[in-house]
Nanobody, 125 residues
Framework: QVQLVESGGGLVQAGGSLRLSCAAS????????MGWFRQAPGKEREFVAA????????YYEDSVKGRFTISRDNAKNTVYLQMNSLKPEDTAVYYC??????????????????WGQGTQVTVSS
């Protein structure tokens, strides 16, 4: 099937930056939407950002607009999340997800069929 592996998490001070990567392997798809979600301790998993196959369309949660940028390199089967101006409330485990065959952006976790194992992002104040 498909394996998604995230990397790039870590500990950073407020105002700092991190770049997350998610490498996909296994089965490939001619179109897909890839997304990033996060889950903080004691909270439900929430949508962060999504990007279409072409990369032309993106969608962000309001709280990260202007600070986070999602991008993808289909030649490398990798999606990225550049996170700038990080805040303590961004602390969470970040997951990438893949919705094969999807052509429209979605924030619904149930739409995404494949998930990575997550990478921890901790922002200190």
């Amino acid at each position: 099937q498909v394996q998604l592996v995230e990397s790039g998490g870590g500990l950073v001070q407020a105002g700092g930056s991190l770049r997350l990567s998610c490498a996909a392997s296994g089965r490939t798809f001619s179109s897909s939407v890839m997304g990033w979600f996060r889950q903080a301790p004691g909270k439900e998993r929430e949508f962060v950002a999504a990007i279409t196959w072409s990369g032309d369309n993106t969608y962000y949660e309001d709280s990260v607009k202007g600070r986070f940028t999602i991008s993808r390199d289909n030649a490398k089967n990798t999606v990225y999340l550049q996170m700038n101006s990080l805040k303590p409330e961004d602390t969470a485990v970040y997951y990438c997800a893949l919705a094969p065959g999807l052509r429209i952006l979605s924030r619904a976790a149930g739409i995404y069929e494949y998930w990575g194992q997550g990478t921890q992002v901790t922002v200190s104040s």
